[in-house]
């Protein structure tokens, strides 16, 4: 039966230091309870009381750090299926494959690829986060891949993915300050494996033939109370990987069986079998569908785009809207002739307006001030976008300070701020823009043609 937070409220130390970020030991008491902290958080705790609750109270899915520095990441660690229970914590993640078959010239490619695919989204880093050195016999070429992306300089974190448990220790030396995932542990080699991974205290990525022999080697290596794992969901076909990676998940969360409890690792490349529309489709499924490492056999923009959005959406707080920076965007390369373009901070907003913007090719400033997230008629309703907190913003923003053009462009759909605006900016010229955001274009223009 699951403790409740009074429960452990008992064995606390009662002292409500602060100290594990709670106002009052019975906060941090419920939070355990409910799954969204460790009891290891409190740093107070006797160890006898710590050895009672560490294991009843940890959440279902183990949480793993892999990486290092700025390439360090969490997977796993989640606590429902699906978005609407509770917001998802750690994001899956995109590796893409480097393999010991793949001539120097391909291997440069996929890194310069790696390279340039890297860009940021509302507040997000959009990158390939993981290389994944893939061993199929070719020992001199598998070492010499890693030493090229490691003298690349590019930004990642790494799996070592072999079953040859003498080569995985070579390619292991080389990444050693990396903390890296080795992945490759089966049923004929997970005693090695093991020792391999305790000793550099790696997680270690299990796989097997089917669902069943997958549920037996886990239960092995976690009999040798070693729990930094990752599972692999199979890639024989799309049928099984699919059907795994929810079984695995269904069976930690609902069913309460921590043998599979770790997050999944996805060889989407092998299920799109060198078919890249098929590889984009596979990882936008896996990312709904529980994959916390998703492997692609190359990084571009047509693959970027579509899996970063996606995952961006469903690891947001459904609660809390998405919203980028409030302050004066230069878009087209704004200059001090520019005019000035006005809409509100959400997210899907900004980025049809900067869009639409970018379609006319007039320089412009565009601002958003802190409208609470909405759209523009729910932000105009709930007072968070009025003809005063439009005017204050354009003073504290130094829009002013940017461009000697006085014209001010608002949504059409809110012209009635029109008047409050020019009243509490003198000197401003308030201009009503188009309802409809596909007529800015035109709009824009229109207007800087008769400038």
Not at 113 to 128: C, H, L, Q, S, T
Not at 323 to 344: F, G, I, M
Not at 353 to 374: F, H, M, Q, R
């Amino acid at each position: 039966m699951a403790l409740t937070g009074l429960d452990i409220f008992k064995l606390t130390p009662k002292k409500n230091c602060k100290d594990c970020g709670f106002p009052t030991c019975l906060a941090f008491s419920m939070k355990v309870a409910a799954g969204g902290i460790e009891i290891e958080k409190c740093p107070h705790m006797s160890e006898e009381n710590l050895s009672k609750l560490s294991e009843s109270t940890a959440p279902p899915m183990k949480a793993l750090t892999v990486g290092a520095g700025a390439n360090e990441y969490k997977l796993g660690g989640e606590t429902v299926l699906f978005r609407h229970e509770k917001t998802l914590v750690n994001r899956n993640r995109f590796a893409v494959a480097i393999k010991d078959t793949d001539s120097a010239d391909v291997v440069n490619s996929k890194i310069e690829n790696i390279k340039k695919v890297d860009f940021e989204r509302i507040g997000e880093r959009m990158k390939a986060e993981f290389a994944a050195f893939i061993y199929t016999g070719n020992k001199e070429a598998y070492i010499a891949n890693i030493k090229a992306v490691l003298a690349s300089g590019a930004e990642l974190a790494y799996m070592v993915v072999c079953e040859d448990v003498e080569v995985a220790k070579e390619a292991l030396e080389l990444l050693k300050d990396t903390n890296p995932i080795l992945h490759g542990a089966t049923a004929a080699n997970y005693e090695q494996m093991l020792d391999v991974a305790a000793a550099g205290k790696y997680a270690l990525g299990l796989r097997a033939d089917s669902l069943e022999d997958l549920y037996e080697l886990t239960s092995k290596v976690q009999s040798k109370d070693y729990k930094e794992l990752l599972l692999d969901a199979g890639s024989k076909t799309i049928k099984e990987a699919y059907t795994n990676a929810i079984q695995i998940r269904r069976t930690a969360l609902k069913d309460g069986d921590r043998t599979f409890g770790y997050p999944s690792i996805i060889f989407v490349n092998d299920l799109a079998k060198d078919n890249k529309f098929m590889e984009i489709a596979l990882s936008s499924i896996f990312t709904i569908k529980y994959g916390s490492i998703l492997v692609i056999e190359d990084m571009d923009f047509a693959r970027g785009h579509s899996v970063w959005a996606l995952r961006q959406n469903i690891y947001t707080d459904p609660q809390r809207p998405m919203r980028v920076e409030p302050k004066a965007y230069s878009v087209n390369n704004a200059n001090d002739e520019s005019p000035v373009l006005c809409t509100v901070d959400f997210a899907l907003t900004y980025f049809i307006i900067n869009g639409e913007i970018e379609k006319s090719k007039v320089p412009t400033w565009l601002l958003i001030p802190d409208a609470g997230g909405y759209s523009v008629l729910t932000a105009w309703a709930a007072g968070k976008f009025s003809g005063s907190i439009i005017a204050n913003f354009v003073k504290e923003s130094g829009v002013e300070q940017k461009t000697k053009s006085r014209k001010l462009i608002i949504p059409g759909k809110v012209a009635v701020l029109k008047g409050d605006i020019e009243d509490s900016l003198p000197g401003w010229e308030v201009v009503v823009g188009p309802n409809e955001s596909m007529q800015l274009p035109k709009f824009l223009k229109d207007l800087y043609q008769n400038a």
